[in-house]
């Protein structure tokens, strides 16, 4: 039996590719809502080597960890003399 000859179905092309000129454009990323987040092993670190006078602004400031350590010191100092 003879079976008639069709033509090959048509391809179109991604009709959801936009050209570069038809995409919106990029929001730009502000650099005031980028933030910074250490370990806890880097903020362990930092607070192990600064020096009395940033942990006495610190502790002025209202820093409770600052007022703990340098509570401790004063302790650790008056038991020394």
Do not use: F, N, W, Y
Not at 7 to 26: D, I, L, T
Not at 51 to 59: H, I, L, M, S
């Amino acid at each position: 039996m003879v079976s008639p000859v069709t033509s090959p179905p048509q391809v179109r092309a991604h009709p959801e590719v936009q050209p570069p000129a038809a995409r919106p454009p990029a929001k730009p990323q502000s650099a005031a809502a980028d933030t910074v987040k250490i370990s806890v092993a880097a903020q362990a670190l930092q607070e192990a080597t600064e020096t009395q006078a940033q942990t006495t602004k610190e502790a002025g400031s209202g820093d409770v960890q600052a007022r703990r350590l340098l509570a401790q010191e004063a302790a650790a100092h008056s038991v020394t003399k």
